[in-house]
């Protein structure tokens, strides 16, 4: 996957620590059955927050295997509360967005 987008994180270089790092595609069926099953052992009134990083390496797309999807889509269809999207190596350009806000 990652020749086929080109796609290179300096951040995650092999290394002693961590190994190979790998790209995959992003499994939305899984992340949604762990993020019901979060909300299922939350607390009264707690929220929760999709956070979303290396959008610059995918054109700011979710690359799914059946479908590009926008960090938006995804926060609306999971009925999370927040969404933090990163798209550089830092989190100097973090953008935190309610839901419930979005156009």
Request: glycine residues 6%.
């Amino acid at each position: 996957m990652a020749d086929a987008y080109g796609l290179y994180d300096r951040t995650n270089a092999p290394n002693a620590f961590q190994g190979i790092f790998r790209y995959s595609w992003f499994d939305l069926p899984a992340f949604t059955g762990s993020l019901a099953l979060d909300r299922k052992y939350a607390a009264a009134g707690e929220r929760i927050a999709v956070a979303v990083t290396h959008l610059d390496m995918t054109g700011g797309m979710l690359l799914c295997p059946e479908e590009r999807q926008r960090p938006e889509e995804l926060a609306d269809r999971t009925g999370a509360d927040m969404l933090y999207q990163v798209s550089s190596e830092t989190a100097a350009d973090m953008v935190c967005q309610p839901v419930n806000q979005m156009a």
